[in-house]
């Protein structure tokens, strides 16, 4: 158990909160564990009949990966072994046969953004931003672009690859990315209130439609993660990924001195 990963059972939806607040909430090889333990869990418990995801505090959602744990990332073997936990991360939130809403009080980026895109309902507020930033810190970006492509087609999907861009709230919501945009302080109650009216459907014909939705492009899905696997490999095993985060530490704490 660790206290970075919170849970409230609300009626009838389980809160899954991430905390670490000060880490813009990114998750761990432990918290994404834990996480999964939970929604296994979640998964068979008759008391819960839907799921919310939010983050701690009020700047992020989830920043992705962390990346002092992302640094420490060198052999082929390790790698590998990094992206089959991920991997594992990805297919219980994909595979959750009850409703699962994102309630993003914050920043959802990179893998952040990528787990919200497997959800059934988004919920943001106008200041959240959203984007796919991998390839601005040397870690190439397949799986995000995958995940978007199901909803936005390739050109955008390449666009936000290439550039890293963060898109905000506002063009999140007219491409479909975010469903309700509503005030800060409604987040968390709008994300609640849709999951209970989900909770209420017919729970089989809910777990059948999903369920079949996912076998639909499972080919894929697999297929994407293989070569997201072995472009994950051939980075890491090259070393620049781990370069550019620790300059990026570097100039992140000289600028802490210098203020």
Request: net charge neutral; with cysteine; glycine share 8%.
């Amino acid at each position: 158990m660790t206290d970075e990963v919170q849970t409230e059972l609300r009626q009838s939806v389980l809160v899954i909160r991430l905390n670490r607040p000060r880490r813009l909430n990114a998750w761990t090889r432990t918290v994404r564990g834990h996480i999964c333990d939970i929604l296994d869990s979640a998964a068979k418990a008759r008391d819960v009949r839907a799921i919310v995801f939010t983050g701690a505090g009020n700047r992020a959602f989830c920043a992705g990966q962390d990346l002092s744990e992302a640094e420490k990332v060198g052999s082929a073997g390790r790698t590998g072994e990094a992206m089959n936990e991920l991997k594992r991360f990805y297919d219980a939130v994909r595979g959750m046969p009850k409703p699962v809403v994102g309630a993003l009080n914050g920043l959802a980026a990179g893998s952040g953004f990528q787990v919200a895109l497997l959800m059934d309902v988004i919920v943001a507020h106008p200041a959240v931003q959203m984007g796919q930033p991998e390839v601005n810190s040397g870690i190439p970006s397949i799986l995000g672009p995958w995940l978007i492509k199901e909803s936005l087609g390739r050109s955008r999907s390449v666009e936000l690859a290439v550039t890293g861009r963060m898109m905000d709230a506002a063009e999140c919501f007219r491409l479909g990315l975010i469903h309700h945009l509503v005030d800060q302080q409604d987040v968390l109650e709008t994300a609640l209130s849709l999951a209970q009216d989900l909770g209420e459907k017919p729970a089989e014909a809910f777990r059948i439609t999903k369920e079949y939705l996912c076998r639909a492009n499972s080919v894929e899905y697999e297929r994407i993660w293989q070569l997201a696997t072995e472009g994950q490999v051939e980075a890491f095993s090259g070393g620049e990924p781990q370069a550019v985060i620790r300059e990026f530490f570097t100039t992140r704490d000289t600028r802490k001195v210098q203020d």
